[in-house]
């Protein structure tokens, strides 16, 4: 059985050493790994998916619903729910079976999903890059984001205009990372380059839809 999906929780980055010599930066990502809670058809559901449990918790701690929909599966009660779409469900994939880091393996490609650090209310120079004003004393006009309004036609600002607001805080996938290492034992993994979120985080990884050559 061969899923190329799985959750985890980033610890953080760091820096290992190939034989060359060469510096890798890589982000450090830790699974106990997955179990299949239920099966998703195309027949019945409208498309292929898997759906996972990840990191065991107390039945206290979820809501009534939540605590009815586990005991309906039989299964034990997670703290996390997410779905991994496949191409085909085939008798392969199992209720009830675990989903490891060894999924993956050094040289594979992987899209990491996660959410970003929220950065609260920022000004279009940190969320947008605007260039900014002169930086001279005196100036009084530095990182203002200036005139925005068209003249008198068509009197008005543009839908989609980058202005300060908030930042961060949001859905974000990279694409095309490496998988440089995995340790099965430890169920840690380290891909080279950072990935979105803080510390902790939890992050989706799955099989690279692109080639690095496709996603640069």
Not at 33 to 58: H, M, P, W
Not at 98 to 115: A, E, H, M, Q
Not at 127 to 147: D, K, L, N, T
Not at 185 to 191: A, H, P, R, V
Request: contains cysteine; charged residues 30%.
């Amino acid at each position: 059985m061969v899923i190329k999906g799985i959750l985890a929780r980033k610890v953080g980055m760091t820096q290992i050493f190939d034989d060359q010599g060469n510096r890798i930066p890589v982000t450090v990502v830790r699974t106990e790994g997955c179990k299949i809670l239920q099966k998703k058809i195309v027949e019945r559901d409208g498309y292929n998916a898997l759906l996972l449990g990840f990191e065991e918790t107390r039945e206290n701690r979820l809501n009534k619903p939540l605590r009815g929909f586990f005991k309906k599966l039989n299964a034990p009660f997670y703290r996390v729910l997410r779905e991994i779409r496949v191409d085909e469900i085939t008798d392969d994939f199992k209720v009830g079976d675990s989903i490891t880091v060894n999924t993956f393996k050094p040289g594979d490609r992987v899209d990491v999903t996660g959410t970003s650090k929220g950065k609260g209310f920022a000004g279009g120079v940190k969320r947008w890059h605007y260039g900014g004003g002169g930086a001279a004393h005196g100036s009084m006009f530095h990182r203002a984001p200036g005139s925005i309004g068209a003249s008198s036609y068509p009197s008005r600002v543009f839908k989609g205009q980058r202005l300060p607001g908030r930042m961060g805080g949001e859905t974000v996938t990279v694409q095309s990372l490496e998988v440089v290492k995995v340790y099965e034992d430890e169920g840690l993994m380290l891909i080279k380059g950072a990935v979105p979120g803080s510390r902790n985080s939890l992050l989706i990884i799955k099989d690279a839809k692109k080639s690095k050559k496709e996603s640069g």
